[in-house]
Nanobody
Framework: QVQLQESGPGLVKPSQTLSLTCTVS??????????WTWIRQPPGKGLEWIGY???????FYIPSLSSRVSISRDTSKNQFTLQLSSVTPEDTAVYYC??????????WGQGTQVTVSS
C-alpha cells in the first residue's frame, strides 16, 4: 500500500519561497498512470488543487498559481517537491501530497501546516 509523507518548514516569511517534499513509499513515482499532486486547504476554506507531476515527468499547474509554483521530482529518492515563491499570508494552509489516478485522489499524506508570517 502506497504511503505519502510531507515534510518541510512550518513557518515561512512573506516574500520567501515555500518548499515542501513528499516522500513516497510502497510504490514508485514513475509507475505508469499515476499523477503526484499537491493540494492545499487554507483555514476555513475548501481544498485547492495546486498541480501535479506525472509519472513521465510532465507537469501541470493551476493557472492562478502557475507564475509562482514549481513541482519537481527526485526519482532516486522517490520524492516530489513543491516550491511556491513570493508567498503571502494568503498561502497559509495545510498542504497535502496526493496520488491521483483516473482523476481520483486515492492516497493522501497526512498534511502539513504551513504558516506565512513575519
Amino acid at each position: 500500500q502506497v504511503q505519502l509523507q510531507e515534510s518541510g518548514p512550518g513557518l515561512v516569511k512573506p516574500s520567501q519561497t515555500l518548499s515542501l517534499t513528499c516522500t513516497v513509499s510502497g510504490g514508485s513515482i514513475t509507475t505508469m498512470s499515476y499523477f503526484w499532486t499537491w493540494i492545499r486547504q487554507p483555514p476555513g476554506k475548501g481544498l485547492e488543487w495546486i498541480g501535479y507531476i506525472g509519472y513521465a515527468g510532465n507537469r501541470f499547474y493551476i493557472p492562478s498559481l502557475s507564475s509562482r509554483v514549481s513541482i519537481s521530482r527526485d526519482t532516486s529518492k522517490n520524492q516530489f517537491t513543491l516550491q511556491l515563491s513570493s508567498v503571502t499570508p494568503e498561502d497559509t494552509a495545510v498542504y497535502y501530497c496526493v496520488r491521483e489516478a483516473d482523476h481520483f485522489f486515492e492516497s493522501w499524506g497526512q498534511g502539513t501546516q504551513v504558516t506565512v508570517s513575519s
